[in-house]
């Protein structure tokens, strides 16, 4: 397979005392693994699993990656990045659910790169991805298409490189991560070998989660041949009680008490939602005994959209005269 480095490898991991103490966590059992420096720019998690998807989308002499997403989906804007990046073009469906969508966030980083946008609904998304395949392959481009979020058992195996690093940097432990289309959390499992060692947060991206990830996880262990992780699937729902993305007031509080304890800025649509996540079953004191890793998958361009906005006190007017 051909090498792709995004930079996605070896990703640091630091300690969060500051943050644990308000959780009630004793030293050195809160970390946090800053996946969110990766490369591709604000990439996060997308680093990992399209090294795989692009190496193999250039084995097979592909010269247009096709994806789809929300419109703020950081996905689709690591695609445009690592299309940009190895030569090739992206084309991008998009959803909208009838909002106006402003030019800000990650629309922003779509329109550097230069992707070409077919907008649609979201449950027309996979429909539409395959229909514009096709379309551009009658069009005599060679496209290579990656499904919603990165996530199916090869973008996966970016995942089980991470957990490889962890079992190393904190033996033992348990992740934490978000979980959108499930991928991250997938590989995270297929890697641990062990469901109970991945604590994952629905953030109500996607439905029928116990349909898909669990598949995800069977082929993806299969592919590397490696045992099928001990234990049963689950995901935690406690986060997807509201809306995908819609501002939480359990996500604002999260975020700011990360950005206030460690500096460290999560996302307001992932992983904001699952650190909330794991504040409240911090405070209900229901976490295992054993550290814990959470793994801050990226995401930040969408804090800076109007749909955040009433999250923040900025100085109203700027006077010249200081
Ligand atoms: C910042 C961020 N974190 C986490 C996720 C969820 O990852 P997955 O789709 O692998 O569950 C996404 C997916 O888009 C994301 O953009």
Known sequence: MSEVDFQARDTPIQ?????????????????????????????????????????????QGCDTLVTTG?????????????????????VAVLSTLGAQHQA????????LF???????????????????????????????A????????????GYVT???????????????????????QAGLTVGLENHERVLGFD?????????????????????LDRPQPLGTWSV??????????????????AIRLTAQTLGVVLDPVYTGRAMAGLIATSRRATLPDAPIVFVHTGGMPALFTHTYRPWFQVPSEFDPAH
């Open 15 to 59: 300690r969060a005392d500051p943050l644990a103490r308000e959780l009630g966590l004793a030293a050195g059992q809160l970390w946090i693994k800053r996946d969110d420096r990766t490369g591709l720019n604000s990439g996060g998690n997308k680093a990992r699993k399209l090294e795989y998807l692009v190496a193999d989308a250039l084995e």
């Open 70 to 90: 929300a419109a703020q989906s950081n996905h689709v804007s690591a695609t445009a990045a690592a299309a940009r990046a190895t030569g090739m073009t992206c």
């Open 104 to 111: 800000e966030g990650n629309l922003l980083l779509d329109d």
């Open 114 to 144: 230069e992707i070409e946008v077919v907008w649609t609904s979201p449950d027309q998304r996979q429909a539409v991805l395959a229909e514009t395949t096709r379309q551009l392959s009658d069009q005599g481009r060679a496209p290579y």
């Open 146 to 157: 990656i499904p919603l979020g990165g996530t199916n058992p090869l973008g996966a195996v």
């Open 162 to 184: 991470a957990a490889e690093e962890l079992e190393h940097q904190v033996p033992g432990c348990i992740a934490v991560c978000a979980v959108g289309t499930g991928g991250t």
């Open 203 to 223: 953030v109500a991206a996607v439905p029928g989660l116990a349909d898909t990830v669990p598949e995800v996880i069977r082929d993806c262990a299969e592919r």
């Open 236 to 253: 935690d729902r406690s986060q997807a009680q509201e809306p995908y993305g819609k501002p939480t007031e359990a996500t604002h509080e």
